[in-house]
């Protein structure tokens, strides 16, 4: 039962440098989610994918771009990391809309630290 | 002010005690409201959605009450797994564009000790 999977698990890189998280989910899943979560502040989300093709930002986008590749791969890509970039980021998915079910369903997380 | 409220804790309990967390939002526009759990350096799981007429899963109890904006969750006879953190959420529409937003707060700590 594979569920959400994300990589890379842990990465550190440098000001600067660029680098793409990865995310596929098995659950057959139309909306796909980007969030990431740093200490005092709750989940906040990055980018999501309501449906393959389309994509739209969510709270904060700035210096990140993503990718909906298929209904099953959505991707996060940093262009050129900044130190206010290091967090925990979560890949997510749900079967459609939040609105009642609120039952998103994530990856094990992304540790990125940006030096 | 946040539009997700909670108190981070850590509520520190003996095993086999009552809990309760409150969690306010400050958006009267929300819909509906859930409550995730997240073990430490774990990823969140959904442990139950919150209904108007408040509603029960086991030992867990969740409560809505929209007029003063707060949802609470109670934990009856707290086990040591129950230790972990609970994320309040709230969904909303977005009046202006349409949508939704899922509205996360930023969690009550739990330790459940012997």
């Known amino acids: 039962n594979a569920g959400v999977t994300q990589t890379p698990k842990f990465q550190v890189l440098k000001t600067g440098q660029s680098m793409t998280l990865q995310c596929a989910q098995d659950m057959n899943h139309n909306s796909m989610y980007w969030y990431r979560q740093d200490p005092g502040m709750g989940l906040r989300l990055i980018y999501y994918s309501a449906s393959e093709g389309t994509t739209d930002k969510g709270e904060v986008p700035n210096g990140y771009n993503v990718s909906r590749l298929n209904k099953r791969e959505f991707s996060l890509r940093l262009e050129s990391a900044a130190p206010s970039q290091t967090s925990v980021y979560f890949c997510?998915?749900?079967?459609?809309?939040?609105?009642?079910?609120?039952?998103?369903?994530f990856g094990e997380g992304s540790r990125l630290t940006v030096l | 002010r946040k539009e997700v409220e909670q108190d981070p804790g850590p509520f520190n309990v003996p095993e086999g005690a009552t809990v309760a967390f409150n969690c306010t939002y400050s958006n009267s526009a929300s819909q509906s409201f859930f409550w995730y759990r997240q073990d430490c350096r774990k990823e969140p799981k959904l442990l139950m959605s919150?209904?108007?007429s408040g509603n029960e899963d086991g030992r867990f109890t969740a409560q809505l009450n929209r007029a003063s904006q707060y949802i609470s969750l109670l934990i009856r006879d707290s086990k040591l797994s129950d230790s972990a953190t609970y994320l309040c959420v709230v969904n909303f529409f977005i009046l202006t564009g349409g949508g939704n937003k899922l509205t996360f707060g930023t969690g009550t700590q739990l330790k459940v000790e012997l």
């Open positions: 997510a998915s749900s079967l459609d809309s939040l609105l009642y079910t609120g039952e998103l369903f």
């Open positions: 919150v209904y108007s």
